[in-house]
């Protein structure tokens, strides 16, 4: 693998990855080529040492480690674990952090939005985030990128939406082609508001004579009054 594109680092030792506490959330990297082990460990102790030092590190982190599947991990992507390790590296908390999450969202391609979306749960882990994530997930969710807005539904969303945004982000889910599966916290926070919005929406769906998604259903049928029109429309009980 060459890295001329990449970032030079000097060369440092660290700690076994999986020996850090804080990892213990993150899918287990594959074995990287000695090359990439040792970019991935001086760039997490150079990120420690200098938070700015990301902006540079980030985007190189699939050309250094790789962009391949994880084995064992259905989802993830090596430059995806290796871009949220660098992430909790940071030594920043708070607004600063997510500052910090925001720039790098922001200026980067599909791949690394991905990566800070999915490194919220394991920031939040460590209790420096707090609400400071929550504009990278409004501003996922205001996308159609189906990747991005399943990334944005995960732990750290179910835990800082409010009521009003975790039902409306659900809806989106269901227009956009999101397994609700993929959601976090559905059984916890599905209530009767967000199943009487599911209620309208598969209404109109078969008004137009079109297939309501099947993930639509489990959340009516916990609240079996608001079926009773639908029962109407497709003209038998479910």
């Known amino acids: 693998m060459t890295t001329s594109n990449v970032p030079e680092i000097p ?33 997490t102790e150079r990120v420690r040492a200098d938070a700015g030092a990301l902006t540079a590190l980030f985007p190189a982190a699939g050309r250094a480690c790789g962009r391949g599947p994880v084995p064992g991990e259905p989802g993830w992507t090596v430059d995806e674990a290796v871009r949220v390790r660098l992430l909790l590296a940071l030594p920043q908390t708070g607004a600063e952090l997510g500052e910090t999450l925001f720039e790098l969202y922001a200026h980067g391609d599909a791949a690394e939005r991905l ?24 501003d996922a969710l205001r996308t159609n990128d189906a990747r991005l807005v399943q990334a944005a539904m995960g732990p750290y969303a179910a835990e800082h939406l409010s009521d009003h945004a975790y039902r409306q982000a659900v809806l989106k889910c269901v227009f956009i082609g999101v397994p609700l599966a993929a959601v976090a916290g559905l059984d916890r926070r599905s209530d009767e508001e967000l199943a009487r919005m599911m209620a309208d929406f598969a209404e109109e769906r078969l008004l137009a004579g079109r297939e309501v998604p099947p993930d639509v259903w489990p959340v009516l049928e916990r609240h079996p009054t608001l079926l009773t029109r639908i029962h109407a429309l497709i003209g038998e009980e479910r």
């Open 11 to 43: 060369p440092t030792v660290l700690p076994e990855l999986n020996a850090l506490p804080e990892l213990n959330a993150l899918p287990v990297l594959p074995v990287l080529t000695d090359e990439g082990s040792r970019w991935l460990e001086a760039a």
């Open 115 to 138: 990566a800070v979306l999915r490194s919220l749960p394991a920031l939040e882990d460590g209790g420096g985030l707090g609400d400071a994530g929550l504009p990278l997930v409004r």
